[in-house]
């Protein structure tokens, strides 16, 4: 902040008693890159890493539909604490912590208790005490709760609300304010309840050798009367599924020689699965949250994304997503008609924000096109037609306002109408124009030839404009300016370039880059300025500006090595694509094969590891999205349901060996495919009717 406002001149300084006291420092987000989340939307439970115990500190506590419903819950066992040795998730919504305790009748340092708890993101937890010794034990178990129910948004920037009192409610304890409750009720009833401490205690007789579960239920609800008030809606209750939307997509599995992508991609559909929420308006309609724990609910452009990369595991994701977003599309006539509506986003320190909202009104009509060459059946298509058709209308509309000479006539401004005029940006426009152009050819729609010939003006002008010519081979600029002032920053959102889409018969749509030009943006996407050994930073690392835990200007993006691996993969670039593909499996499995959003961007050592980013979020959807996507690069499926063929072109060097794919979906039907060590591939199962080749 420093530099943005006038400092009054001074001739001396002014005595101590009179200066003003330094501006209040601004909430900070918490950091959560130790924190053990598991997740299962709308609930959550956010734990230490290292410790079983909810303390109330930073996020730590059970959240559900945006609340933290309870912050502290703390064992004690014969007045001691648990030494929690170790803690681990059994899935994207459950967690076990195991820990010991010695009892007053240990002969020797060996502790003769074991203490489990199951803790699961639907508000349930059993904790579990084991007798190991050879006499009964009786002891006295106590839990201490608290919570604030305050708003994870407040939580989130470390400003918790005071702990509530409680009240004795049934077999626990009572929180309420005067819009909401919660309530934990224990199993079997404790011994006491005290109020005043938050307190439930047990007297547990331990038989030699045997265990004693206390089951643990968070619940919460609206305050009031019997009737809401006008406008309120109860809360779901914790401790139930009924709000759960079912998968939609297939249980891929996955066979390798490399045992660690078939733990990438379980645990990656594991967390998508937590990841899921339900289109409010009409909850038959699925989509994903953007990540944990900052963003609950989904964001347009990412969610996208997420279901584009799934498209090989079925097209429902794709179809609820697109009809979610259709039904916020600005319909009203305007500048705006036509596009979806999305909130700016931090572009890093040499750019304004982009805007979300553009970026998925781009992608609506690719991810409708390669949807229905998956499979997408033709009444979805014919539905979400119309919403397709005012994105490119949109499209069409944004560029002819920018006019003139300059750098950006005939471009996309982003965000809109000022600019300035992204790399990325222009690539997703010039898919969705080519790709648009295919889907209203096919569905006898007019405007395809007009689409086209707008895109081969983009490219021309993309390459007069956005090209900067240097001794190395020259460089796609980040972005223009509105006054056509190049930024030439390499950035890795220049994979986007490589990105073109999907068309018929197996092939991709062309691209803004000549082949020269291609093969020098892939060379750089692999130079060493970009990729980490663990994938590609945003910024490159000689680039002023460039800090490794930069969110835009620096840090890994998990999502964008994924598209840049798939992308160099279907170029024909095998060697680059392999290297990206490697470094996100290897960064996985220092994340439990969790991989966050995002992680700092370091150079690779021989024994260093990825370090992690304080506040990324973990699960999140599009590096979730992202594994899947880089792992099926492997075998390079080429799918045109409506043209009745199928492809299948594995990359040939077989970097993780061979591998075997089952439980994907290809027109609504199952698909399987083996490839050899040599990289050769066949299919096992397919939909009838396709036509199968090389």
């Not at 919570?147 to 948004?153: F, M, N």
């Not at 002008?461 to 600029?477: L, T, V």
């Not at 991989?595 to 506040?615: F, I, K, N, S």
Request: hydrophobic residues 40%; contains cysteine; glycine residues 10%.
């Amino acid at each position: 902040m420093a530099g943005m406002f006038p400092t009054p001149p001074q001739t001396h300084p002014a005595p101590a008693r009179q200066r003003a006291a330094p501006p209040p420092r601004p909430p900070e987000p918490q950091p959560v890159h130790t924190a053990l989340i598991c997740v299962a939307l709308p609930a959550l439970v956010i734990s230490s890493g290292t410790n079983g115990q909810l303390t109330g500190n930073g996020m730590e506590g059970f959240y559900r539909s945006g609340r933290r419903v309870l912050a502290r819950c703390v064992l004690r066992v014969a007045g001691a604490q648990p030494l929690t040795v170790q803690a681990r998730t059994l899935g994207a919504d459950r967690a076990r912590f195991t820990g010991t305790l010695r009892t007053p009748h240990d002969p020797g340092p060996d502790p003769g208790l074991l203490v489990e708890r199951l803790r699961n993101a639907d508000g349930t937890e059993r904790i579990t005490l084991h007798n190991n010794t050879p006499r009964a034990l009786r002891l006295p178990v106590e839990i201490t709760f608290s919570t604030d129910l305050a708003e994870l948004s407040a939580v989130a920037l470390g400003l918790p609300g005071p702990d509530l009192p409680a009240s004795v409610h049934a077999a626990g304890l009572r929180w309420t304010t005067d819009t909401v409750h919660a309530t934990v009720t224990a199993t079997p009833p404790p011994d006491d309840a005290l109020a005043a401490a938050g307190l439930l205690r047990w007297n547990l007789d331990l038989p030699p050798g045997a265990p004693r579960t206390i089951e643990l239920t968070v619940r919460s609800g609206t305050t009031g009367p019997t009737h809401p008030p006008t406008g309120g809606a109860a809360l779901p209750a914790a401790g139930t599924h009924a709000t759960r939307p079912p998968r939609p997509w297939s249980t891929a599995r996955l066979q390798c020689d490399d045992p660690r992508a078939s733990a990438l991609l379980t645990t990656a559909l594991d967390d998508l699965n937590g990841l899921l929420t339900r289109d409010p308006a009409v909850p038959a309609d699925t989509g994903l949250a953007a990540g944990i724990p900052w963003r609950c609910t989904p964001a347009p452009a990412e969610a996208l994304a997420a279901a584009r990369m799934l498209l090989p595991l079925g097209t429902r994701l794709a179809a609820g997503t697109l009809r979610t977003l259709a039904r916020s599309q600005h319909a009203a006539p305007g500048p705006d008609f036509g596009r979806i509506p999305g909130p700016l986003r931090d572009a890093g320190p040499h750019s304004p924000p982009s805007c979300t909202g553009i970026e998925a009104t781009l992608l609506f009509p690719a991810v409708l096109a390669e949807a229905r060459r998956w499979g997408l059946p033709a009444p979805d298509v014919e539905r979400l037609l119309p919403a397709a058709e005012r994105c490119l209308t949109w499209l069409r509309a944004t560029s002819a306002r920018v006019a003139g000479p300059s750098a950006g006539a005939g471009c996309v401004p982003d965000p809109a109408p000022a600019g300035p005029y992204r790399c990325e940006t222009q690539a997703h426009a010039h898919r969705a124009a080519l790709l648009g152009a295919d889907l209203l050819d096919a569905c006898d729609r007019p405007g395809a030839e007009e689409l086209r010939e707008w895109a081969a003006e983009l490219r021309r002008r993309f390459r007069d404009h956005f090209w900067i010519d240097d001794p190395g081979g020259g460089r796609p600029a980040a972005l223009c300016a509105p006054d056509g002032r190049p930024l030439t920053r390499l950035v890795s959102g220049a994979a986007h370039l490589l990105d073109t889409g999907l068309l018929g018969s197996g092939t991709y749509a062309p691209g803004l880059l000549d082949g020269v030009r291609m093969e020098q943006v892939a060379k750089l996407l692999n130079s060493p300025v970009l990729d980490t050994g663990w994938g590609l930073r945003g910024l490159g690392s000689k680039e002023d500006g460039y800090n490794p835990f930069g969110h835009r200007s620096g840090a890994v993006r998990v999502h964008e090595t994924a598209v840049a691996a798939s992308a160099l993969a279907a170029a024909g670039r095998e060697a680059e694509a392999t290297s990206l593909i490697r470094g996100l499996l290897d960064a996985s499995e220092s994340f439990g094969y969790r991989l966050p959003e995002m992680y700092a961007g370091h150079q690779r050592t021989g024994d260093g590891a990825p370090v992690p980013h304080p506040t990324a979020c973990r699960p999140a959807a599009v590096a979730a999205a992202g594994a899947v996507h880089a792992l099926l690069a492997l075998v390079g499926i080429r799918p045109d349901v409506p043209g009745g063929t199928l492809s299948v072109r594995p990359l040939s060097g077989t970097p993780l060996g061979a591998l075997h794919v089952a439980g994907l979906t290809v027109a609504e039907q199952p698909f399987s495919v083996r490839v050899g060590g040599r990289g050769l591939g066949m299919v096992e199962e397919a939909a009838d009717g396709l036509q199968l080749g090389a």
